[in-house]
């Protein structure tokens, strides 16, 4: 059996009155700040430069030097011997690139994927071979491969590298 409710007059006032002040309340909240606070926005493509690639503020001149080194070293693009013009040698046995820079280069030098994915030029730059990856495309992200576990079974984790030199 249903227990038996009964409103008293007090009752049914103090009902009516909190749903009247909810109902207020969902009309007075400013309208900007409920889609702030519930609705995700994209805000576009940012304009202006791309606030990045740069040194962290406040370094000594030598934190500065060493800064300048590592970027110049980052942007080297490298060849075998370092006999095609603007290279320096050093490329292979085995590499993913010829530069660092080449890859991290979105939205500034240290970044991220370029839109057109270089590795796929550079597997048969300078007559080289080398077969391109299923995973690796032209439009898609520049990709590394780790592997869980080395031939040996212990474990692994590390870059490996996807051409040789050799093609
Ligand atoms: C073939 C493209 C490619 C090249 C060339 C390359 N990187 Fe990367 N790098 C990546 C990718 C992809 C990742 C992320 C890999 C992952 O986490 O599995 C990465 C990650 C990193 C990270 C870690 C960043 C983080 O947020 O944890 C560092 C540091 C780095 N790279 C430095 C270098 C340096 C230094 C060189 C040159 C010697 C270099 N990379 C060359 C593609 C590249």
Known sequence: MLPKVRITRRGL???VLAIGAGLL????LPREVSSDLFAARDP???TGPAGAGGMLSSRTALEQQLFGVGLEAFEE???VQGTIPQTEAGLGPRFNLDS???C???PAIGGTSPAVNP?????NKELATNVI???VTQNGPVREARFKFKPNGTPDGGVHALFTITG
């Open 104 to 106: 991290h280069a979105q």
């Open 100 to 102: 660092c820079a080449g």
């Open 77 to 79: 693009v490298q060849s």
């Open 25 to 28: 309340m969902t009309a007075v």
């Open 119 to 123: 590795q796929v030029d550079v597997a």
């Open 44 to 46: 576009g493509v940012r």
């Open 133 to 135: 990856p299923f995973f």
């Open 13 to 15: 006032g103090a009902i």
